[in-house]
């Protein structure tokens, strides 16, 4: 087995073309569709976190309950959604990269409105008020209170990142593993252990964490050089 | 939500006006097929010389051919490669297809431990090696998905009026025939396979083919063959018809059909050509 391992990382770090591609895709799937759920989820978390009304209760229980949602769940909602005949299917996108990161989203979205929204809750609430007596406009006091609470944004969307870049449920059904375009690490390593290919597979899974432990290394530094 | 919602619609927009930029001249233009022939590799290998002829990337996509006939009938693909004659033929019938045309043929096979405790190597025919299997009740994997292997299984159990049930007949569900043969190979049960793909992971195997003796045996209820399937166009006017076309024109014709013959996996041709005796449209002319 270990003698196989080794033979199998040899022919990945021969750079197969199949594992480039497939590591791009991941990557830069994974990494738009935490940029596009960022986008739409940090000022509505902002803001929930900020406001208080009837019924918060029970959005916060909606959300925890959607960062149960199962991948393929979502796939199948993402399905209806992009088919042909569907409401977004004019656009074309079911088996494209696009696909994927539009499930990855779905996925990503009550993860970082959950974690913005509880760690604005969890902030000094005398933040703002300081903000704005020192005579700031109320954008600016809202992006320093971003900026007082950036090591709990960093690790949301880390948390966010990992959820969307090692499922497989909504990248197979919306991707469709299409080899060298939309096939993803976690699908090539299905279709590599359906094929008997174990070490391959294997192999694949510890290039995926090493690049992560990469990333996770890379913001531990920033938010500790930050720090001093 | 609301806001989400047209976010979302916008975002899709400039992804799908990126997508189509990067599609234009210089990019080949692609097509979708939906096949379950891609467990054997020989996708992989034949498609890349079509494409380096004729400038068309063929985009394929995995699913049994009960999966691959509702993913054409919703539009999602430009075209069908599968290996139910029945389905295929009700498919057109039905007016979703135009016609199939024929790609290649193999046999379909019973695998299991080389031991072979339902001693179905000295079967007659196929419905006596299935009859022995349930008469010693031994483990027996079914798919359980409607793909052409799980309905042509659930033929032969027709053919001797069983319904097989009991701890011995286990409807797995694997997503692939792949991972089918995987879990009968951990299992040391029997399962039906077509002998293509079986040949082309057989390194990593250990149970073997124990039914036909020998292939091709020329059993009717063993034979197995893939058609490619057109679709009507009336109802998906934005279909790539005419790269359809060229594919099927170049998969039926002599140069793709000489590199199905001489495709070769762990020494052992996958599969054979020999279209004379198919009934549909292969006489009919392409692009017509």
């Given amino acids: 087995m270990a003698h196989e391992l080794f033979d199998a990382f040899t022919q990945l770090f021969s750079m197969d073309p199949d594992v480039v591609n497939a590591l791009r895709t991941s990557f830069s799937v994974s990494l738009s569709a935490i940029l596009i759920a960022g986008i739409i989820a940090f000022p509505l978390g902002l803001l929930f976190g900020l406001a208080e009304f009837r019924g918060r209760r029970f959005i916060d229980i909606i959300l925890n309950t959607l960062l149960f949602l199962p991948t393929v769940v979502v796939g199948l909602l993402g399905y209806m959604l992009l088919t042909r005949d569907g409401p977004l299917g004019q656009y074309h996108l079911l088996f494209t990269p696009a696909a994927i990161v539009f499930g990855q989203v779905i ?40 900026g007082e609470i950036r090591g709990l944004i960093l690790l949301t969307l880390l948390a966010a990142f990992a959820r969307v870049i090692s499922e497989i449920g909504a990248s197979t059904m919306l991707g469709g593993n299409i080899l060298g375009k939309t096939r993803t690490i976690t699908t090539s390593i299905s279709v590599l252990a359906s094929q008997g290919e ?31 | 939500m609301l806001i989400t919602a047209v ?51 063929v985009d394929v996509i995995s699913a049994g051919t009960g999966r691959a006939l509702e993913l054409a009938k919703a539009g999602d693909v430009d075209v069908v490669l599968v290996h139910d004659p029945d389905l295929e033929r009700q498919f057109i019938a039905d007016g979703y297809g135009l016609a199939r045309y024929y790609v290649a043929q193999n046999e379909y096979a019973i695998v299991g431990p080389v031991d072979d405790p339902a001693h179905i190597a000295s079967a007659s025919n196929v419905m006596d090696a299935f009859r022995a299997i349930m008469d010693s009740e031994s483990t027996f994997i079914s798919r359980g998905d409607n793909s052409a292997i799980n309905i042509r299984e659930l033929e032969i159990w027709g053919e001797l009026d069983a319904t097989p049930s009991g701890s011995w007949y286990i409807q797995s569900g694997s997503p692939t025939l792949g991972a089918m043969l995987t879990m009968t190979n951990e299992m040391e049960a029997y399962t039906l396979t077509d002998t293509g793909t079986f040949r082309s ?26 058609s490619i399937v057109s679709l009507n166009p009336d109802l998906h006017p934005d279909l790539r018809q005419d790269e359809v076309d ?43």
């Fill in chain 1, 107 to 146: 996925l990503a979205l009550p993860i970082i409105l959950t974690m913005v929204s509880n760690s604005i809750r969890a902030s000094d609430p005398r933040i703002i008020p300081t903000a704005l007596s020192l005579g700031v406009g109320k954008l600016r006091a809202y992006i320093v209170l971003l």
């Fill in chain 1, 198 to 228: 174990t070490s391959k597979a294997l192999a694949l899974g510890v290039v995926l964490l090493f690049l992560v432990f990469a990333i996770n290394i890379a913001v531990y530094a920033a938010t500790h050089r930050s720090k001093t």
């Fill in chain 2, 7 to 57: 976010f979302l619609q916008t975002t899709l927009c400039s992804l799908a006006s990126a997508q189509s930029s990067t599609g234009g001249a210089s990019s080949p233009v692609s097509i979708k097929l939906v096949t379950c022939i891609n467990d054997s590799g020989l996708l992989d290998r034949i498609l890349p010389e079509f494409t380096s002829e004729t400038g068309i990337q």
């Fill in chain 2, 201 to 226: 992971m057989e390194d990593n195997l250990d149970i073997v083919i124990l039914y036909p003796e020998s292939s091709p045996s020329g059993e009717s209820m063993l034979l197995n063959i893939y």
């Fill in chain 2, 246 to 288: 060229a594919l099927i024109e170049w998969i039926t014709g002599p140069e793709g059909q000489n590199r199905i013959s001489d495709f070769q996996m762990n020494g052992h041709v996958l599969y054979t050509v020999n279209p004379d005796g198919y009934a549909d449209a292969s006489t009919q002319a392409i692009g017509n």
